[in-house]
Each structure stands twice: as C-alpha cells, then as structure tokens.
C-alpha cells in the first residue's frame, strides 16, 4: 500500500464529473488500498474521493468511526459508483477537505440519505445513514461529480473561513 498525493484546488481533476467503474480488478483493488492507506495517514481525516489522487473513477472510501461527531458509523465503508437515491431534512455543518486544506466552510446538506453502490466485491448494496456520517458521504460523493464543498457555500463572504489550525502549522 501506499499513501498517495491529494491533489489541491484548482486542480482540473477536481471539478471533473468522474467515469463509473466497470471492472474490478487488480488495479482498482491497489486503488482502493492505498486510498485506505491515504485516508488514515491524515489526522482527523474521514473520507476520500478517487479524483483526489488523482484517478478520474467513482470511488470513495468513508471512515467516521472514532470521529467526535459520530453516532452513527458503517465501520470503514469502500464504495464503488455510489448515487444517492434519498435525502431527508437539512442541517448546516462546518466542512473542510483536504484539496482545499485552507479553508472550512458551512454547507447545507441532508441530515438522512439512501445510497447504493458497489462494495469491493461488485456486490450490489444500498444503505441508509444520517447525522454526521451522512455529511461526509455526501461530500465525497459531490467528488465524484467535480463539486467541491465552496461550490455549496451560499455566501462566500460570510460563510468560508480560513483554517486557522493549518495556517499556523505552516508559519
């Protein structure tokens, strides 16, 4: 395994819509494998989207357990071609992204989704999921699609914000 390089914004990539998977073989096996590596090589990190490293594929990997906001967690989650088939309420939470390590900002999302998708196997799956877990499916899932989460920030004045944390680690 490997950790892989997160592409930053304004990489082209990132705001391309992405090709769906047909074949799962051994390179997309490799690409899920280090994507698990990548994701749990940045601290606090809890999703990643195949076009951030650079692979224009329908593939995230989701991992909220462990997270503060958490309470309710599917373990570490590796979907191929996920759609999101249902949303219900809205809730505003503060995001960030490792493609655009600088910044948070609040986003509108919905508090309950439905998704289905591939599992690793090609197996067909759909799942429910809400609260905290939802918001990042639904973020990495915008990935997958060339939508970054400024791309949701109704006013960028008053609702992106500097990543004060990050800033200081880097002076």
Do not use: W
């Not at 950790?3 to 391309?16: G, N, R, T």
């Not at 590596?37 to 490293?53: D, K, N």
């Not at 979907?79 to 986003?107: A, K, Q």
């Amino acid at each position: 395994m490997a950790v892989l390089e997160v592409l930053q914004y304004p990489h082209e990539i990132l705001k391309k819509k992405c090709a769906l998977i047909e074949k799962i073989d051994n390179k997309t096996n490799q690409l899920i494998d280090d994507m698990i590596e990548s994701l749990h090589s940045f601290p606090g990190c809890v999703g990643i989207a195949a076009p951030q490293v650079g692979c224009s594929l329908q593939l995230i990997v989701v991992n909220v357990s462990g997270h503060k906001k958490t309470t309710i967690s599917h373990g570490l989650l590796m979907l191929l071609n996920p759609v999101i088939r249902m949303r219900e309420g809205e809730v505003i939470s503060r995001e960030g992204c490792l493609s655009l390590p600088d910044y948070t900002g609040n986003v509108k999302r919905a508090v309950k989704i439905s998704i289905c998708a591939q599992n690793r196997m090609g197996q067909h799956i759909e799942m429910e999921s809400k609260g905290f877990e939802a918001i990042v499916l639904q973020h990495e899932i915008d990935h997958l699609n060339g939508i970054l989460f400024v791309d949701r920030i109704i006013s960028l004045k008053n609702d992106l914000f500097r990543r004060k944390k990050y800033k200081e680690q880097k002076e």
